[in-house]
C-alpha cells in the first residue's frame, strides 16, 4: 500500500470582503453567510458548529491554488433567495497560526461557477475554523493537509510558457491544430509534448488555445 504525503502550505492572512462574518456594513447579508449557511450544511451532512461563524482568509500569491478530492461537496444548496442555488466544498486540514496556536478546521470552496458575488482569487483560500486569539492581516498560517489535495502552482509562467510552446505548432498546422487537440485529446498531447502544463486546469487551457488561435492562426 502505497503511503500518502503530507502537504503543507503557509501563506499570509489578509482581509476578506467581510461578508462571510456579516461585518460588511453594505453587505445583504447582515447575520453573515457563514451562519446562514451553518444549518444548511448542518442538514446536508456537516456539523460546523465549533468553527468562528466567518471566514479566514489565507494568501498564497503569486502562486495559484489547486484542489482536488473534497471530503464534502454538497452541489447546487439553496441558502438564500437572493441568487440562485451554490456548490460547496470542504477540505479538512490542520491549522498552524504564526502565534503557536493549533486547531483543526477546513477549507471552505463556495465554487466559482455558481458563485455570483464576491469573486475570490484563485491565490486565496477561506478557511473554517474555532476562534484564534490574536490572528490578523499579514500574519504567517500553515495549512496541514494529511492527504495531499492541496496545491500550488505558478499558473501566469505555466500560461505564458505554454502559449510560447503552441506558437510554431499552431503556425506549421494552422486550425488542424486545433481539430487534433479538441476535448480529451487535449490533455492526451500534452502528456506526451509538455506534461508540466498538466497543472493547469481546464479553464485555464481553453483559454490559453483560444489565445494561441487569435494570435497565431492566420486569417
Known amino acids: ?17 467581510g461578508v462571510a462574518s456579516g461585518r460588511s456594513d453594505g453587505s445583504p447579508y447582515p447575520a453573515g453567510t457563514i451562519a446562514m449557511q451553518t444549518p444548511v450544511f448542518r442538514q446536508a451532512g ?4 465549533d468553527c468562528w461563524p466567518g471566514t479566514i482568509n489565507l494568501s498564497f500569491a503569486p502562486l495559484e491554488l489547486r484542489l482536488k478530492d473534497p471530503d464534502h461537496c454538497f452541489p447546487h444548496l439553496r441558502w438564500t433567495d437572493l441568487h440562485p442555488p451554490e456548490t460547496f466544498s470542504f477540505w479538512r486540514v490542520d491549522l498552524v497560526a504564526e502565534n503557536g496556536q ?29 476562534r484564534l486569539n490574536g490572528v490578523k492581516p499579514n500574519s504567517r498560517m500553515e495549512i496541514v493537509d494529511h492527504r495531499s489535495r492541496i496545491g500550488l502552482v505558478d499558473g501566469v509562467r505555466l500560461r505564458s510558457r505554454l502559449l510560447e510552446c503552441l506558437k510554431f505548432r499552431v503556425l506549421a498546422a494552422q486550425q ?6 479538441e476535448g480529451e485529446q487535449r490533455r492526451v498531447w500534452l502528456r506526451q509534448v509538455w506534461p508540466e502544463a498538466l ?6 487551457l481553453e483559454a490559453v488555445w483560444s489565445q494561441a488561435r487569435m494570435l497565431y492562426v492566420d486569417d
Open 1 to 17: 500500500m502505497s503511503r500518502v504525503e503530507t502537504s503543507r502550505l503557509i501563506g499570509r492572512i489578509v482581509s476578506g470582503h
Open 46 to 49: 456537516l456539523d460546523l458548529s
Open 102 to 130: 493549533q486547531a483543526c478546521g477546513w477549507v471552505y470552496r463556495p465554487h466559482p461557477e455558481t458563485k455570483q458575488r464576491h469573486w475570490q482569487s484563485s491565490s486565496t483560500l477561506e478557511l473554517l475554523a474555532p
Open 176 to 181: 488542424s491544430f486545433f481539430v487534433s487537440t
Open 199 to 204: 497543472a493547469l486546469d481546464d479553464g485555464d
